[in-house]
Every structure is written in C-alpha cells, then in structure tokens.
C-alpha cells in the first residue's frame, strides 16, 4: 500500500486536533515553525551536495510536510487550503511559461519547430514577474509607491539576498560595464576595511564601521561571483567543505602518528594543511 498527498492531509488534521492530536504540533504557528523549514530545506540542500539520493527522498518529504503543516495552519485560520496552495502554484506557473503553455491553459503546448529563444523567454518571465508586482502593489491600497527592488524576500540568507538585489538593479541598467572595476572596488574596499579595522584597534573608530567596511567588502564578493557566472552561496559551500575534509585529514594524521592535536604549534598544523592540498592536487 503506498500512502499519497490525501493521506498526508489528513494525517496533519489529525496531528493538530486539540483534544486528540499531538500536543506539540497542535500548539505550533506559522512564525515557530519557520526555522523548522530553514532547516529542512539546508538538509535537502546538504543531501544534493553529497549526492545522498537515498537521505534525499526522506529530507523532500520533510520538507513537504513543512508546506502540509503551514496549510493546515492556514486552513484552521481561514486563509487559505492546501488545495488553494496547488491551485494559486498551478496557475502561476502556467502564467509564467507562455513557452511551454502557450493560451494560458495547461493543456495547450506548443509547437516544437516554433519555441521562441532563451533571451525571449527570460524577458518575458521578468515582465510577468514585474507585473505581479505591480497587481499586488495595486491591489494593496496601504502600499508605498513600488520600488525596483520589492519583492526580494527579507529573510533570504544575506549573501543570496545581495545577489538577487545586485541582478535586480543591473536589470534596470545600474550595474558595471564589465568585470574590470569590480576587481578595482574589491581592492578598494580592501583598503577601507584595513583602515576601519586599524582605527578601531587604535580607539580612533568604532566596530560598528569594522562591520560596515566588512560587509560591503562581501557585497563586492558577490559582484565578482555574479559577472564571473558562479553561485556565491555554493561557491562558500564547497570551501567549507573542503576545509572540513582537509581539518579532518590533520586530525587523521596526527592520530596515526600518536600526537595531539591541542598541543601541536601552527607551524606543524600548517605543515599537514600543505600536504593535504599537495595530495588533492595529485589526485
């Protein structure tokens, strides 16, 4: 017997029944259960990175119990269903590949000797984003006047949010000419930040102007990843691991060799480190 979507639903009603459920899920919210979903799509995220296909079936299904759980929510509320959910999806979706469905129905298709190119479909699905913004500025009477940026989502980790808002303004013409003064303002902002750290290590500045300087070097950082075509979040991602595997690798040596770890120097550590990399490079 194999359980579907129905089933899930109906096992989360009855998880958040208050009088026989479990109490845990009966007294969650939409905001607790928030770092819950973080956490669950950084494990989908992690099991990819591994290529644990077995781990990766059970961390989507932990996942899809996270939007389950936030309909339910909705539902017991009166805002919406999980059913509303996977209807508004479908009809978003549809709305946003005219080259896939091309009269706005999911059961038209479109002609394969007349599919329209890659530059086509990526302005047509930025002018429909742009006008679902602009229907919902509309459609909220209390709304500022809309910004190029709305709509980038607060609570984004920081380094995906700066890209997003870095490819949103170099679409309405702010961005660099090309790659050159990127690396110019990377070593500037080099500079600024040793002369806000120097300062503040002399009582001549503040940490708040050592954070500042820091983070507008990330931001460059992230300049320099969008023009060169790389993911800057994966991009750290596959430094932490390497600089895992490579730690591990010290703590391995130092095992076989009976030596401690805490009470080797640097310089020793830094020795192993050297060794590690030698040998990944060879292989």
Known sequence: MSYSIEDLKVLMGRLRDPETGCPWDSRQT??????????????????????????????????????????????????????????NLVRKLVRRHPHVFPEGTLE?????????????IKESWERIKAEERAQKQAEDSSAATPGRLDGIARALPAMVR???????????????PDIAPVFDKL?????????????????????DAVEDELGDLLFVCVNLARFMKVNPEQAVGRTNHKFEARFRAIEQVLEREGRSFDEETLEALDEIWQSVKGIEKKT
């Open 108 to 120: 038209s298709r479109i002609d394969p000797d007349n599919r329209p190119d890659e530059a086509w």
């Open 162 to 176: 700066a890209e997003k808002l870095q490819k949103r303004a170099a679409r309405h013409g702010f961005d660099w």
């Open 187 to 207: 070593h500037e902002e080099i500079d600024e930040l040793k002369e806000a750290w120097q300062a503040a290590e002399s009582g001549q500045g503040d940490h």
């Open 30 to 87: 939409f905001r607790s259960i928030v770092p819950h979903t973080l956490e669950e799509a950084h494990e989908v995220a992690d099991a990819i990175e591994r290529e644990d296909y077995p781990n990766l079936k059970d961390e989507l299904g932990d996942l899809l119990f996270q939007v389950i759980f936030y309909s339910q929510i909705g539902a017991e509320e009166g805002h919406f269903s999980f059913d509303a959910v996977v209807d």
